[in-house]
Antibody
Framework: QVQLQESGPGLVKPSETLSLTCTVS??????????WSWIRQPPGKGLEWIGY???????YYKSSLKSRLTISITTSKNQFSLKLSSVTAADTAVYFC????????????????WGQGTLVTVSS | EVVLTQSPGTLSLSPGERATLSCRAS???????LAWYQHKLGQAPRLLIH???SRATGIPDRFSGSGSGTDFTLTISRLEPEDFAVYYC?????????FGLGTKLEIK
C-alpha cells in the first residue's frame, strides 16, 4: 500500500521560502503512471491544487503561483519537494502531498493517495 | 476556473439513513472527470469515486456516484458510524483542477 508523508518546518517568516518534502513508501516514485502533486487548504477554506511533478522532472503549476513555486523530485530518495518563495500570511495552510493517476492522453486524473498533511504557519 | 458548489454545507443524519450529497459545476465537466473524497480531521483524504461513478479500490458498495455535465451526486445508501466526515468533490477535466468547499456529514 502506497503511503505519503509530508515533512518540513511548521513556521516560516513572511518573505521567506516555505520548503516541504514528501516521502513516498510502498511504491516507487520512478513510475511513469503517476503525477506527484501538492495541494493545500488554508484554515477554514477549501482545498487548492498547487502543482505536480513527473518522474522525469517535468512540472506543471497553478498559474497564479507559478512565479513563486518550484516542485522537484529526488528519485534516489523516493521523495518530491515543494518550495514556495516570498510567502505571506495568505500561504498559511495545511499542505498535502498526493499521487495522481496519469490518464491515457497524459492528463492528470484523480488523486489516488494522499498524505495526512502538515500545517505551515507564516508568521514573524 | 471551474467552480464546484457543494450542497448542503452540513448534513445531519443518523446511522442507517441514506445520504445524498450534491456537487454542481459552473461549467460542464468533460469526460466525467469528477472525483469524490472523504476526509476525517488529521487523516489523509481518501478517494471514494472517480470518473463520476467508478468506486475506488476497497470502497464499500454503499457508496455510489452519479451524474454528468454540471450535476453530480454522491449517495451513501446506509450510513455506518465511520462514514461521518467531510466529503469533497473535485474536477480534473480543466486546469486549474478545483475542489468544492465540502459537505460535512454529522451524526444527528
Amino acid at each position: 500500500q502506497v503511503q505519503l508523508q509530508e515533512s518540513g518546518p511548521g513556521l516560516v517568516k513572511p518573505s521567506e521560502t516555505l520548503s516541504l518534502t514528501c516521502t513516498v513508501s510502498g511504491g516507487t516514485i520512478l513510475s511513469g503512471d503517476y503525477y506527484w502533486s501538492w495541494i493545500r487548504q488554508p484554515p477554514g477554506k477549501g482545498l487548492e491544487w498547487i502543482g505536480y511533478v513527473y518522474y522525469t522532472g517535468n512540472t506543471y503549476y497553478k498559474s497564479s503561483l507559478k512565479s513563486r513555486l518550484t516542485i522537484s523530485i529526488t528519485t534516489s530518495k523516493n521523495q518530491f519537494s515543494l518550495k514556495l518563495s516570498s510567502v505571506t500570511a495568505a500561504d498559511t495552510a495545511v499542505y498535502f502531498c498526493a499521487r495522481a493517476l496519469m490518464g491515457g492522453y497524459g492528463e492528470m486524473e484523480h488523486f489516488q493517495h494522499w498524505g495526512q498533511g502538515t500545517l505551515v504557519t507564516v508568521s514573524s | 476556473e471551474v467552480v464546484l458548489t457543494q450542497s448542503p454545507g452540513t448534513l445531519s443524519l443518523s446511522p442507517g439513513e441514506r445520504a445524498t450529497l450534491s456537487c454542481r459545476a459552473s461549467q460542464s465537466v468533460s469526460r466525467t472527470y469528477l472525483a469524490w473524497y472523504q476526509h476525517k480531521l488529521g487523516q489523509a483524504p481518501r478517494l471514494l469515486i472517480h470518473g463520476a461513478s467508478s468506486r475506488a479500490t476497497g470502497i464499500p458498495d454503499r457508496f455510489s456516484g452519479s451524474g454528468s455535465g454540471t450535476d453530480f451526486t454522491l449517495t451513501i445508501s446506509r450510513l455506518e458510524p465511520e462514514d461521518f466526515a467531510v466529503y469533497y468533490c473535485q474536477q480534473y477535466a480543466t486546469s486549474p483542477y478545483t475542489f468544492g468547499l465540502g459537505t460535512k456529514l454529522e451524526i444527528k
